[in-house]
């Protein structure tokens, strides 16, 4: 007898299930190699053959889910998840603010080996394109959330813009510069001027 509809579509379900959960495997296992080679040796003399021969995965698979090893890194940023909200004072009024500096910083902490690595060559570009746009992304909602955004207003795209290159660039300085600092004393720094203007208190962060 043929499927009656609710069936047929509870089977559809379960196998385009099946196939997430597949590939998803594949995509945790190459990211995981990936990590590995880069603990290993230099980000640049890792090659997409050096992934396949370690994971074996099939070369086919490995272009069906990513372009290049840059694109590769860049899925990475998923597995930290997405900055959270938290409310603070600014300005002397309590605010709902995203908590972008303690996730870019916290993450980068926890794995300052890699980061380091993928900055050791051409990785640096997608890494930082790839930073860029999920920062801007979830400050621009996030501003939009708290009536701060309108897409016809040029200043708020600055205001988005100018926090985000703010950001970047510190957390640059800081990858750049062997991590002088603990990320909870960039993030308490970085809060601090952003949210009321406020230069650090002496000594935090250390010089």
Not at 54 to 70: C, I, L, M, P, Q
Not at 75 to 102: C, F, K, N
Request: net charge negative.
């Amino acid at each position: 007898m043929p499927h009656s509809a609710p069936a047929h579509k509870a089977d559809q379900s379960c196998s385009s299930q099946r196939h997430l959960l597949r590939s998803q495997r594949t995509r945790d296992l190459l990211l995981d190699h990936m990590y590995r080679l880069a603990l290993e040796k230099d980000y640049g003399e890792i090659t997409v053959q050096d992934l396949l021969d370690r994971s074996g995965v099939a070369r086919s698979t490995f272009y069906a889910h990513f372009r290049d090893k840059e694109d590769l890194i860049a899925a990475g940023y998923e597995i930290i998840g997405m900055p959270t909200t938290r409310v603070t004072e600014v300005q002397g009024d309590e605010r709902e603010v995203l908590d972008v500096s303690t996730w870019l910083f916290g993450a980068t902490e926890r794995h300052a080996a890699l980061t380091t690595s993928f900055f050791s060559g051409e990785g640096q570009r997608v890494v930082l394109a790839h930073l860029e746009n999920i920062l801007v992304v979830q400050v621009r909602e996030h501003y939009r959330k708290q009536g701060m955004y309108s897409p016809a207003h040029l200043r708020d795209e600055v205001a988005v813009r100018s926090f985000v290159g703010a950001l970047l660039g510190l957390w640059l300085w800081w990858v750049r510069h062997d991590y002088p600092g603990s990320a909870q004393d960039m993030t308490e720094a970085f809060d601090s001027l952003m949210n009321n203007g406020q230069w650090p208190a002496p000594g935090a962060p250390p010089e």
